[in-house]
Structure formats: C-alpha cells, structure tokens
C-alpha cells in the first residue's frame, strides 16, 4: 500500500513538473546579434528576438554575438561577444512581497542595468562572478570576467 | 616626423594600457539613461571594494585577488572594452498610466487618451513583450481592490487586443498594493495607486 502511495505522489510530483517550468518565465530576448544561444534543460537552442528566458538558462554569445534581455521586473543584461550568462533565480511578486535575483555572470562582458526588484526590496538582488560576488545598489554597471 | 614619432609612441602606450586592463577582471560603474549614478561593492574571500561614482573602476585579478579601486574609466575605455555589449543594450521600458473612473471599466478622459501612445510605442518599439499591471491603494478590501485592479487590467489586454496587439506578448498581472506609485500608511485612500499600467519592453 505504502509503495502504491508513493508511486502516485512521485507521480504527481513529477507531472507537476510543467507546471513549475511555466511560472518560472523570467524575462524576453530584446535585442540579438551574431550566434547566441540559450541552454535549457541540456539542450542549446538559438536565441532570437522575443525569446522567452527563463529560470536555470544559460545565455552564451560566440565571437561575433551579442544578446540584450530584459527581465519582467525591467532588469536589463546585454552580454557582448564570448559571454556566458546564468539566470540561477528570479521571484518577482510584489502581491505578495517575494522578490529575488540571482545571477551568475560566467565569462565575458557585460551591462547591467537593475529594475523594480532592486528599486521594491533593496538587497534581494545579487550577481555572482567567478572572482567574487557584487551587491546593487540601484544601477547600472559593466563588468569583464576573464577566466582565471 | 616627431608628430608621426609621438603618435607612434602614443598608440605602443595605449595598446600596452589596453592589454594590461584587459587581463583582469573589471567592475565600471555608470550612470543610468536618466544620469543617476548609484553604487556597487565587490566582494570576496579577500576583501571588498565600492565604487559610487560615475566611471570609477574596481579591479580583481582572480579568484584569490583582492577587490581594488582601479583608475576611472574614461568613455573611450568604456566604448573599446564594452562596446559590443552597449551597441545591443536595450532601452529601458516604456511605462503608461491608466486610470478609471469611480467603480467602473471606463478610462478617465485623460487615459483615453493614451490608447494611441500605448499602440504608437508597441510598434516603434517593436515590442514582443508587455506587461498590464493592476495596481490598488492601501484602503478597503484588499479582495475588493485586488479583483477590481486585476479585471481593470484585463479590461485593458482587451482594448489592446482589439486594437491588433498579439494577445501571446501581453501578460496580465496585479501587484495589488506592494508597489504604490504615492507611498501611504496602510488604509488610505489615495486615487493615483488605484491604476492600471501598461510596460512595454
């Protein structure tokens, strides 16, 4: 009997699984140049204009690319060319006062420019780098990351 | 020929320059589109730094290095390191502000008169995402105002559908009262929270 419960719920959970990929939309592709794609659940998929992002991606621009997103809380990222970018968290509810960013900036360069999650809850947005992390205070900034 | 010398010497200096900085990691404050300049600090296991001022620069040189102001970055410095990425940076949102008349679907005189900016920037813009965001005050029932503010956004989805926007970029939220337009205690009434508003991304 117990197995035949967990079986259901473990299949409920996983069904559920959409569900959840769906809310996590984040934001759209605005601007696109060159080769940039999008690595989603394993797969590398090519960005375009009016691409939806969404949470766990991977956005990475080859030699000649380069890539503008804006995020639905107005946060804007533009990634210049051999950059990679990873969306690790995005909560915005002001409804319900959740909010949170969390963003790794790989390699490359980069522009950031904060929207509404920085300008409602100051503190809830943080951008990871390989050579340290960087707290916002309502801004826009450029960053380099090289590898090493 | 000292002119060509000095050039010479010149360009040598600045590619030295350019291949120092680019060998490290970089962190350039800027202003935004309106020119507010506001702060960043860098940290990690061997400290941290803050830049809060427009073009001032903090330098890593890896992992184990520690954050250190680095010399302002001029416009030029900025252009040849960040160029590519500031040539595709998209302009910020566009935002409009819609209000009703008491109780009711009906758009104010005023907001009527936005409908044609709303659809004027959707195009120019070339838009493939906007947002319609109910939005309420801080006074009476928040079931009341949530389901007000949220049909009042849809009512306006409506309005843009039927103007031939593509219902699929539209999405329809409420942020009820966690983001007031006129900061208030709770329980007041305070008609300019009471709207709808239309971002175009």
Redesign the interface.
């Known amino acids: 009997m117990l197995r035949i419960v967990t079986f259901v719920l473990l299949v409920l959970l996983t069904s559920s699984w959409p569900v959840f990929a769906a809310d996590d939309f984040a ?2 592709v ?4 060159g080769s940039v794609s999008v690595k989603r659940q394993g797969m590398m998929l090519p960005a375009e ?2 691409m939806k992002i969404h949470v766990n991606d991977v956005i990475s621009t080859g030699k000649d690319g ?5 995020l ?1 809380d ?1 946060t ?1 990222f ?4 051999e ?1 990679e970018l990873e969306l690790k968290e995005f909560v915005f ?5 959740r909010f949170s960013m969390l963003a790794k900036m790989i390699k490359g ?3 950031y ?2 929207g ?1 999650i920085g300008k ?1 809850s100051p503190g809830s947005t943080t951008i990871e ?18 590898e ?1 | 020929m000292k002119g060509v010398v000095i050039h010479a010497l010149c360009l040598m200096l600045l590619l030295m320059l350019t291949a120092c900085s680019s060998q490290k990691n970089m962190f350039v404050l800027l202003p935004d589109q309106d020119g507010n300049v506001g702060s960043i600090e860098v940290t990690n296991e061997q400290g941290s730094q803050v830049a809060d001022q427009a073009g001032e620069a903090v330098a890593v040189a890896g992992r184990n290095g520690k954050p250190q102001a680095a010399p302002p970055m001029s416009e030029e410095e900025i252009r040849a390191t960040f160029g590519a990425a500031l040539a595709v940076e998209p302009s910020p949102p566009k935002s409009f502000l819609l209000y009703f008349k008491t109780d009711s679907f009906d758009l104010t005189n005023g907001s009527a008169a936005l409908m044609q900016p709303i659809l004027d920037t959707i195009h120019e813009t070339e838009s493939q995402d906007i947002s319609v965001i109910g939005h309420t005050d801080t006074a009476g029932s928040a079931e009341h105002n949530f389901t007000l503010s949220t049909k009042r956004a849809e009512h306006v989805r409506d309005l843009l559908v039927e103007r031939g926007v593509d219902p699929a970029i539209i999405k329809v939220t409420s942020h009820g009262e966690g983001n007031l337009l006129v900061p208030t205690a709770d329980n007041v009434k305070e008609p300019l929270n009471r709207r709808v508003e239309v971002i175009i991304r």
């Open positions: 934001g759209r605005k601007n696109v140049q204009r009016g380069a890539v503008g997103i804006i639905q107005n804007i533009s990634l210049g060319p950059s509810a002001p409804d319900t006062g360069t980069f522009v420019m904060s509404l409602l780098t390989p050579v340290g992390t960087i707290a916002i205070r309502g801004t826009r900034f450029a960053a380099k990351i090289v090493n």
